[in-house]
């Protein structure tokens, strides 16, 4: 029993040997495969962001040659793109760039400028992608994330957009794998001017065509790309537009509004208003002046005149009120008499709660003239310089001066401090009553309050005696060089770019 139990007993010792040997062979065996496996993983994706980083260069080297031929400045270019793995083709029909004129006239009406697709020259490797689009090169990883590698023929700069839409079409060979070059032409008919052509009415109009500057609505440039993202973080980078992106529609939109009316201007009638667009957050208003006339129909011309032109914002009140109290008007000879024209500058906002009021009065008397009517007579004008040098003006409180703001429930600052913008350091910063400052010092500063967009008024309130101004007989100017929110000059064309891979 004894013999038995000891052969069964080495039996099993035997097995467990076997077994034991088994399992470290498998344990060793399992462990090399995972080291296998994890380095050539490591490997496949060293190679294969090494291969991405090789097609970016490629790609933005292919970037440099192809805005020559886009631009016209070769003919045609070729170029070796090098040896990776992955795929590089042309895509004629994707993504589109469309730039529209929104509410051109004012009333709610949309003119579509250029709207084409942009295609691409497209390398792949997996999920991820590094594409020649629209004149940028953009680059895609595998989680879908786009961003900027190389920046799009898209130039922003003081008021005017230059975009030359740069769309690339197949050639014969639309699809390589392997080693590859490429070479770009521009086809006989690869070159529009779509904006400005004065030959090209907007839609529904006989009269306004695509002509520069802009005025009216806002121009969007939105583009429809898988690298939107990217596109989108460029339009943030260079304009002061509003971006906006769409993610279901992969879509990245940039909206500049146009510029307001600048040179000579009607007065316009109360009721409507004169539009200020980008106004720069300094002094940068150079001219800002009326001519106002008197009606014909009223024999008092300018006496008791009672006239001004004012802003309503909500927050911010301001008003250049202008009155007569004497005998403002021409005898039969153009004679006129020389009574005083007040002129008062107001300003008003909420601080702390409380609305506070600041107020200007003129110390130099403006001067009427007398135009000559077409029966010989003669009216009364009024030429009032908003941005001349030689109008000094008091602080005080001119409440009682106002037309717009009449009734204003304000409180006045006893005194203020000005120094909200750079130009402001030429003032005296602090005024009490009695101090000096001005017009044109003033006015530039407070447009620069108002801006960047406001909506200037007038009122002209007659009464009894009180005087009647003809708005359309009266003119204005008005000149300022708009901040970077704002599209005065617009330059389109559609470049095409033919492209052959071998």
């Given at each position: 029993m004894i013999l038995g139990s000891s052969g069964r007993g080495g039996t099993g010792r035997g097995q467990s040997s076997v077994i034991g040997v088994v399992l470290i062979v498998a344990i060793t065996a399992l462990g090399t495969t995972g080291v296998v496996v994890l380095g050539t993983t490591l490997l496949d994706d060293s190679g294969r962001e090494a291969d991405l980083d090789r097609a970016e260069q490629a790609m933005t080297q292919f970037d440099s040659r192809a805005s020559q031929v886009a631009l016209g400045d070769s003919a045609t270019q070729r170029l070796d793109l090098g040896r990776f793995d992955g795929g590089v083709e042309v895509r004629e029909d994707t993504g589109r760039m469309t730039v529209t004129h929104v509410d051109y006239d004012g009333e709610g009406t949309d003119q579509v400028l250029h709207d084409e697709p942009m295609g691409a020259l497209v390398y792949r490797n997996g999920d991820a992608r590094v594409a020649y689009e629209g004149g940028g090169v953009w680059r895609k990883d595998d989680a879908g994330a786009a961003r900027l590698v190389s920046p799009p023929e898209f130039h922003y700069?003081?008021?005017?957009?230059?975009?030359?839409?740069?769309?690339?079409?197949?050639?014969?060979?639309?699809?390589?794998?392997?080693?590859?070059?490429?070479?770009?032409?521009?086809?006989?008919?690869?070159?529009?001017?779509?904006?400005?052509?004065?030959?090209?009415?907007?839609?529904?109009?006989?009269?306004?065509?695509f002509e520069n500057p802009l005025e009216e609505g806002h121009v969007t440039v939105t583009v429809q790309s898988e690298y939107y993202e990217g596109w989108a973080e460029y339009f943030r980078d260079r304009t002061d537009g509003e971006v906006t992106t769409d993610d279901e529609a992969r879509t990245a939109?940039?909206?500049?509004?146009?510029?307001?009316?600048q040179g000579?201007?009607?007065?316009?009638?109360?009721?409507?208003?004169?539009?200020?667009?980008?106004?720069?957050?300094?002094?940068?208003?150079?001219?800002?002046?009326?001519?106002?006339?008197?009606?014909?129909?009223?024999?008092?011309?300018?006496?008791?005149?009672?006239?001004?032109?004012?802003?309503?914002?909500?927050d911010e009140h301001f008003e250049v009120a202008v009155r007569n109290k004497g005998n403002l008007k021409c005898d039969k000879n153009g004679d006129i008499d020389d009574d005083p024209v007040t002129v008062s500058v107001y300003y008003s906002t909420y601080e702390d709660g409380e609305r506070v009021a600041h107020?200007?009065?003129?110390?130099?008397?403006?001067?009427?003239?007398?135009?000559?009517?077409?029966?010989?007579?003669?009216?009364?004008?009024?030429?009032?310089?908003?941005?001349?040098?030689?109008?000094?003006?008091?602080?005080?409180?001119?409440s009682g001066d106002l037309n717009a703001f009449e009734h204003e429930d304000a409180t006045f600052a006893d005194s203020?401090?000005?120094?909200?913008?750079?130009?402001?350091?030429?003032?005296?910063?602090?005024?009490?009553?009695g101090d000096t400052e001005s017009l044109e010092f003033l006015t530039k500063h407070y447009f620069a309050e108002l801006g960047p967009d406001f909506e200037l008024r007038v009122t002209d309130q007659q009464s009894?005696?009180?005087?009647?101004?003809?708005?359309?007989?009266?003119d204005g100017f008005i000149e300022y060089e708009a901040d970077d929110s704002v599209i005065t000059y617009l330059h389109v064309t559609d470049n095409e770019v033919r492209v052959d891979l071998n």
């Open positions: 700069r003081g008021g005017t957009m230059t975009l030359p839409a740069v769309r690339v079409t197949a050639a014969d060979s639309a699809s390589v794998t392997g080693a590859r070059s490429v070479r770009v032409t521009r086809p006989d008919d690869g070159f529009e001017r779509v904006f400005p052509d004065s030959t090209r009415p907007y839609d529904g109009s006989e009269t306004r065509h939109t940039v909206e500049l509004v146009t510029l307001g009316e000579e201007f009607g007065v316009p009638e109360e009721g409507s208003d004169f539009e200020i667009r980008g106004m720069p957050d300094d002094h940068n208003l150079t001219d800002f002046d009326f001519t106002i006339q008197s009606r014909d129909d009223q024999n008092s011309q300018f006496s008791n005149l009672k006239w001004s032109t004012y802003v309503d914002s909500g107020g200007w009065r003129n110390d130099e008397d403006f001067t009427a003239t007398c135009a000559e009517t077409d029966d010989g007579g003669y009216i009364a004008a009024l030429p009032l310089d908003f941005t001349g040098t030689d109008t000094e003006m008091t602080y005080a409180d001119v203020l401090t000005i120094d909200e913008h750079d130009a402001d350091v030429d003032a005296d910063a602090e005024y009490t009553l009894g005696k009180a005087a009647g101004v003809s708005e359309r007989d009266s």
